[in-house]
């Protein structure tokens, strides 16, 4: 497994941190359902004014993951939004690094680093109800779906036609607890 170094970005990552996410949102797999099955990752763009927005957004932060080369190997956004609980988003890695365990790594450290810098006790995140086998991936890393849906938005992909069902699938997880003891 890699040894990953992180750090929060700063305004100077942002063209960086741009090609990743929108590399890794756009690559194809060929496991059905885990990236895509709709078309969507042809359509998803990512402007760098979006990052930079992410990156100087108070009570936000997003944290690289890098190799011992510097080179970044994936990201995930973070936003407090109270005293108690914050969000994850747009956890990518390199597409010649996944399935090496380095999502887990950076979605551990975003945890991690929730729970030390803010004091937060539960986080929130979201993916699209299309993807499965992602669902499972968060549901094994104690990610718990709350039941509520958020509407997809369907107005920044114009050109894609999607199943009228598809929606972003809400997930919590109260930190401090094994994904085992969640469980139950």
Known sequence: MNELNFRVATEDDAAQLQQLVESAFRTE???KGWTDDLGLSSAFRLDVQEVLAMITKPDSVVLM????????????GTSKRDANYAR?????????????????QVLAYAEDYCQRTWGVTTLGL????????????YSR????????TTPFPREKFESV????????????????????????
């Open 126 to 137: 979201n993916t699209l109800s299309s993807r499965k086998q992602l669902i499972s991936w």
């Open 29 to 31: 797999d060929s496991r």
């Open 88 to 104: 994850l988003f747009q956890l990518a890695v390199d597409t010649s690094q996944q399935r090496g365990g380095i999502g887990r």
């Open 65 to 76: 993951a890098t190799n011992n080369e510097n080179t970044l190997m994936g990201s995930i």
């Open 161 to 184: 036609v999607f199943p009228s069902d598809l929606c972003l699938v809400e997930f919590e997880k109260v930190l401090g607890i094994a994904p085992a003891e969640q469980a139950t």
């Open 141 to 148: 890393h104690g990610y718990k779906m709350t039941g509520e």
